[in-house]
C-alpha cells in the first residue's frame, strides 16, 4: 500500500470528529474552590522565592486572604439565592451548587481559618537558639535524632510547607461534599487525603510517633480509596454514567435511552449493590465510624495536635457532606438496602466510641474515642432519610467542628519538658494551677457530653428529633444510652481537673500568643452562642437542606 494511501486513511477516518466543544466552566459559582486553590498555589510560589526569614508571615498573610476570601465568596453565593432558588449543577455536571454545599464550604472554611491560628501559634515551646518555634518539625525530611536534623533546630528552621499544606486540603475538602459525579468525588478525596497524609507527619517533638501515625493513616487510607474507586467502577458499569442524577434514574428505573451495552448490565443488582457499598465504606472510613475507625485514635494522637484539630473538625464535615449527598442524591432508590446496615453502623459507633474513651489514658486518644461515638450520633440524623435530617446533620457538624478545634487547641496549652503533656494523669488539679483553661476545657467537654446551653446539646436535640420523626426511635434510645456513657468519662475529666491535687512535678500552662486565644475564644463562643440560642442557625441550615438533583 502506497504512503499516500496510508495518509488518506488517516485523514478520512479523523474528518468526521468536527470541533470539539470548550467546556463551559461556571467561574463565579466556583469561587470558593478556586480562590483556596489559588492561595495554597500563591504558598507553593511563596516557598521558592520568598527568603526564609519572611516565608512565615508571608504564609500566613496568604491563607488567612485566602480563607478570608473563599468565605467571604460562599456567603455572597448564598445571599444571591445559590442556597435555595437558584440551586444548579455547575462545571457540566460536575459539582453541585446548592444549600447544603454552600452550608458545609463555610463550615469548612470558618473551621480552616480558625484551625489556621493554631498552626501558626510560635509562642508554646521554649525559643530554641533564640529563634521561636511552631508545633511542626524545623526540617520534614531529616531523621528524627539525626545531625541533620540538630544543625535545622539550631539554624531556626520552621516548616511553612504546612500552610499551602492546609489550604490544598482545604480545597479538597469544599469540592468533596460539593461534587456531582462520582470521579470529581475521587478527585476531592485524594486532593484533600494527601496533604493530610503529610501533615500528620510534621510534629516537633515525639517524630518517631508522628511519622508512624501518619504511615498509619497513608496505609489504611489507601486501602478505602481503593474501595471507594472499586465501587465507582463497578457503579459505572452498572448505570453507564458517573452522574449522580444519571445514576439515580438508572437506580429508579426511570431512564429511558439505553445503550444496547448498558441494557446487558442494567439488571444487574450485584454490580449496584457492591458499588453502593464500597463507596459508602470509603466514606464511613473518613467519618471514623465503626468498624473503619482503627486509624482514628493513633493518628489524632501522632499527628500534630493543630492538625489533629483540624482534621477532626473538617474531614468530618466534607466526609459527611459527600455521604448525605451519596445516600440522598445517588441512592434514594435503595434506600430499603442501606438504611438496615446504617442503623447497625451507628449502633455500633456510638456504643463503640463511649465505651472504648472510657479506658482511656491520653487526653487526645479520649477525644478520638468521643469523636467516633459523635459520628455515630450524626449517623442517626443521617438514617432519617427527610429534609430535618439533613439540616440536624449541618447544625450538628457547624457545632462539633468549632468545638473541637477549640479542645484540642487547649491540649497544646498543657506543657512539661517533653512538650504536650497529654496523659490524663498530669491534668489532675489543673483547676487550681490555671482555673481559666481548666474552665474553657470544661465547657468543651459539657458540649461534647450534649450538656443543655451548649452546642452539643441543641445538636444532639436536632439530630435525635429527626431521627425519631424519621421512624428510627430506638436508634435514639441507644443515643441516649451512649451519650450517658459518654458524659461519664467527659465528666471525669472536669473532676480530675478540679477536684484533684495538683502534683508539684506537675505541667505547667503555657501562655499563648493572640492567635491561639482566638482560636479557642471562638470556639468558646460558638459553643455559648450555638447553645443558648440555637433557632437562628438551626433556620439557616434548615434553609440549605435541599439537595439539587
Known amino acids: 500500500m502506497s504512503a499516500t494511501a496510508v495518509h488518506s486513511l488517516w485523514t478520512t477516518a479523523a474528518d468526521p470528529i468536527g470541533k470539539i466543544d470548550a467546556p463551559k466552566i461556571e467561574y463565579a459559582q466556583l469561587s470558593p474552590m478556586l480562590i483556596v486553590i489559588g492561595a495554597a498555589i500563591v504558598g507553593v510560589l511563596v516557598e521558592a522565592f520568598v527568603p526564609r526569614k519572611s516565608r512565615y508571615h508571608a504564609q500566613m498573610f496568604v491563607s488567612v486572604v485566602g480563607l478570608a476570601a473563599a468565605f467571604a465568596a460562599a456567603v455572597a453565593l448564598a445571599a444571591d439565592g445559590y442556597g435555595t432558588t437558584k440551586a444548579r449543577i455547575a462545571a457540566m455536571g460536575a459539582i453541585a451548587v446548592d444549600g447544603p454545599a454552600l452550608f458545609l464550604q463555610g463550615t469548612i472554611l470558618l473551621a480552616a481559618l480558625v484551625a489556621l491560628f493554631t498552626f501558626a501559634e510560635r509562642r508554646l515551646d521554649p525559643a530554641a537558639h533564640g529563634n521561636r518555634v511552631d508545633s511542626f518539625a524545623a526540617q520534614a525530611a531529616s531523621v528524627p535524632g539525626s545531625d541533620s536534623e540538630k544543625a535545622a533546630v539550631k539554624a531556626g528552621f520552621t516548616t511553612t510547607e504546612v500552610f499551602p499544606l492546609l489550604l490544598f486540603a482545604v480545597a479538597g475538602m469544599l469540592l468533596f461534599p460539593a461534587a456531582n459525579d462520582l470521579l470529581t468525588l475521587f478527585v476531592a478525596l485524594e486532593v ?22 501518619a504511615v498509619k493513616y497513608f496505609l489504611l487510607g489507601a486501602f478505602a480509596s481503593a474501595f471507594t474507586l472499586f465501587g465507582i467502577a463497578m457503579l459505572y458499569g452498572y448505570s453507564g454514567s458517573m452522574s449522580y442524577a444519571t445514576i439515580a434514574r438508572v437506580v429508579d428505573g426511570t431512564v429511558t435511552d439505553v445503550t444496547p451495552a448498558l441494557a446487558d448490565t442494567m439488571g444487574n443488582d450485584a454490580l449496584l449493590l457492591l458499588g453502593a457499598a464500597l463507596i459508602v465504606m470509603g466514606l464511613l472510613f473518613k467519618v471514623g ?28 464535615v466534607a466526609a459527611f457532606g459527600a455521604l448525605l449527598r451519596i445516600l440522598y442524591v445517588v441512592l434514594p432508590g435503595l434506600r430499603w438496602d442501606w438504611r438496615p446496615v446504617m442503623w447497625g453502623v451507628a449502633i455500633v459507633t456510638m456504643l463503640g466510641g463511649a465505651i472504648v474513651a472510657i ?22 440524623g443521617v438514617i432519617a432519610t427527610s429534609p430535618d435530617g439533613v439540616s440536624s446533620v449541618l447544625f450538628y457538624l457547624a457545632a462539633y467542628s468549632f468545638v473541637t478545634i477549640g479542645a484540642f487547641a487547649v491540649v497544646t496549652l498543657v506543657r512539661d519538658a517533653g512538650g504536650e503533656a497529654t496523659h490524663l494523669s498530669k491534668w489532675a488539679g489543673l483547676g487550681r494551677r490555671s482555673p481559666l483553661v481548666a474552665a474553657v476545657f470544661a465547657v468543651f467537654l459539657l458540649a461534647f457530653a450534649g450538656i443543655p446551653l451548649t452546642s452539643g446539646f441543641a445538636g444532639k436535640f436536632a439530630v435525635f428529633k429527626a431521627a425519631a420523626e424519621g421512624g428510627a426511635a430506638p436508634l435514639v434510645v441507644v443515643g441516649v444510652i451512649s451519650s450517658a456513657i459518654a458524659a461519664f468519662f467527659y465528666i471525669r475529666v472536669i473532676v480530675l481537673m478540679f477536684f484533684s491535687e495538683p502534683r508539684p512535678e506537675g505541667p505547667t500552662v503555657a501562655v499563648p500568643s493572640p492567635l491561639t486565644m482566638t482560636a479557642i475564644g471562638v470556639g468558646v463562643a460558638v459553643t455559648l452562642v450555638l447553645g443558648v440560642a440555637p433557632q437562628y442557625f438551626l433556620d439557616l441550615a434548615g434553609d440549605a437542606g435541599v439537595f439539587v438533583r
Open 289 to 316: 465510624a465503626v468498624p473503619f475507625h482503627m486509624w482514628t485514635p493513633d493518628v489524632y494522637q501522632g499527628a500534630p495536635t493543630p492538625v489533629t484539630g483540624f482534621m477532626a473538625a473538617a474531614t468530618k
Open 192 to 213: 484533600f487525603s494527601l496533604p493530610l497524609y503529610l501533615m500528620c507527619a510534621l510534629a516537633r517533638r515525639k517524630r518517631l510517633m508522628s511519622q508512624e501515625a
Open 359 to 380: 479506658t482511656q489514658t491520653d487526653i487526645k486518644r479520649l477525644l478520638a474515642y468521643s469523636s467516633i461515638a459523635h459520628a455515630g450520633f450524626i449517623l442517626a
